[in-house]
Nanobody
Framework: VQLQASGGGLVQTGDSLRLSCTASGRTSSNNGVGWFRQAPGKEREIVAGINWRGDNTYYADSVKGRFTISRDRAKNTVYLQMNSLKPEDTALYYC?????????????????WGQGTQVTVSS
């Protein structure tokens, strides 16, 4: 399974971006997916997660009300809509496919990782 994350870029405070994570190879749309981010010098942290059906989601407190995770199972793609971006959202964003049907906040429960897409928010 290969995960391709895309959609990052350089934006200003208050702008929006939509990240995409597309799976290829021996894919399964029956797995949970998580979006993580890692800023320089910091631990990789979960931002949002979604279960296989797309009807159960999770958001870190820092992004609640601003980010929305969704998935299109027919396209093997998971999206992260990011609104009202802040400089503290600057990080390398990764998507990951879970080992089960739901998401997890534990990185060890993810089997496959994308290569990351950079999001930079200027003040």
């Amino acid at each position: 399974v290969q995960l391709q994350a895309s959609g990052g870029g350089l934006v200003q405070t208050g702008d929006s971006l939509r990240l995409s994570c597309t799976a290829s190879g021996r894919t399964s749309s029956n797995n949970g997916v998580g979006w993580f981010r890692q800023a320089p010098g910091k631990e990789r942290e979960i931002v949002a997660g979604i279960n296989w059906r797309g009807d159960n989601t999770y958001y870190a407190d820092s992004v609640k009300g601003r980010f929305t995770i969704s998935r299109d199972r027919a396209k093997n793609t998971v999206y992260l809509q990011m609104n009202s971006l802040k400089p503290e959202d600057t990080a390398l964003y990764y998507c990951a496919s879970a080992r089960s049907a739901t998401y997890s906040t534990d990185r060890a429960r993810y089997a496959y990782w994308g290569q990351g897409t950079q999001v930079t928010v200027s003040s």
